[in-house]
């Protein structure tokens, strides 16, 4: 049975590899940016990105010990730059990044990453860009960009509507 399970376990990994290991000529393109709808929120733009400040320090991790989150923050012009890191999948797991930059207006905000690269440890490749094609699970690698752009999101919006207590 032992046996069994390491060959099942070469078989996946080979299986794996090979959407990780697809040469720029095979790649039709990259996930290169994930931009959020723009949002609808009480508050001047100031007002807007202080409130995305905490959220973002509440909700984001730098990827590295001791990294720096907040790369920029002009809470007058309403723009916040900083680093996300967060990981999605089961088998296998992976960790993603990207530069987050929040935008905020007049009554609205929107959130757009950049630079989105994706690492294994189990198959020691790298952080990489991540490819559109077959068997690489971009898809679910922008579902977890998405999901952490709602959640900052979903904090501002909260955090307008508990100001006052």
């Not at 987050?100 to 609205?108: K, P, Q, S």
Request: glycine share 8%; charged share 20%.
């Amino acid at each position: 049975m032992d046996g069994q399970l390491k060959y099942a376990l070469k078989i996946v990994t080979v299986i794996a590899l090979s959407g990780v290991m697809t040469t720029n000529a095979e790649a039709a393109e990259y996930l290169r940016e994930v931009a959020s709808k723009v949002y609808q929120t009480p508050g001047t733009a100031r007002e807007i990105a202080t409130r995305a400040q905490t959220c973002i320090s509440q909700y984001l991790a730098s990827g590295a010990v001791g990294g720096q989150l907040i790369i920029n923050a002009d809470l007058d012009g309403g723009i916040i730059v900083a680093n996300s890191a967060i990981e999605y999948g089961s088998m296998p797991r992976w960790k993603i990044r990207s530069r987050f930059t929040f935008e905020a207006r007049e009554g609205r905000f929107r959130i757009q990453q950049t630079n989105l690269e994706r690492f294994n440890d189990q198959f020691n490749v790298g952080w990489n860009p991540i490819g559109k094609w077959a068997g690489s699970q971009w898809c679910k690698a922008e579902e977890a960009f998405v999901g952490s752009a709602a959640t900052v999101a979903q904090c501002v919006q909260s955090k307008a509507a508990r100001d006052d207590w």
